[in-house]
């Protein structure tokens, strides 16, 4: 199979799945590495498709055309990440990034695109059995969220509950 005839093959998936796909799905399927697959992903968002990565796989991303973001800067210990994950989702956020202000490399983002419970426990057994490591560990717990949900509303119970609970700086 040629390359352009995989690259369709994936995008059509991707637009008819409303459940993320993880790339060693797609390698399977087209006997290919996984490797091959991400650079696939590449190749695809470089032509300007919405694909996401989320813990749980890629997605197109139409979540977000009708969601309005804020960003919150957040400063707590690794061990209180879980909670504020769960605090986020669970009030109706969905977690799309984290940033840090790196003294040498200056801002550092990562994608979370963390859009459900599933996401959020995904990412928290990452981090809890030592697979990952949290940006925010490199800045004393400082870290930046931008955080989407449909309404100002939900937004600002988010504020209030992570005020609350001590995780905004």
Do not use: W
């Amino acid at each position: 199979m040629k390359v352009e005839e995989r690259l369709e093959k994936i995008l059509k998936t991707l637009k008819d799945s409303s459940e993320p796909i993880v790339a060693r799905e797609f390698a399977e399927k087209y006997q290919v590495s996984r490797q091959v697959i991400v650079g696939d992903i590449a190749r695809l968002r470089a032509a300007g498709e919405e694909i996401v990565s989320t813990p749980r796989g890629y997605l197109i991303n139409t979540r977000l055309n009708h969601q309005i973001t804020k960003k919150f800067i957040c400063k707590h210990t690794p061990e209180e990440t879980i909670d504020e994950i769960n605090t986020i989702v669970g009030l109706g956020g969905e977690l799309l990034d984290v940033a840090i202000d790196h003294p040498v490399y200056g801002e550092l983002t990562g994608a979370l695109n963390i859009f459900d419970q599933a996401d959020a426990d995904q990412f928290n057994q990452k981090v809890v059995s030592g697979e990952a490591s949290l940006l925010s560990e490199l800045t004393e717990g400082i870290h930046v969220h931008t955080i989407a949900a449909h309404s100002m509303r939900v937004l600002e119970t988010i504020e209030e509950k992570l005020k609350e609970k001590g995780y905004l700086a």
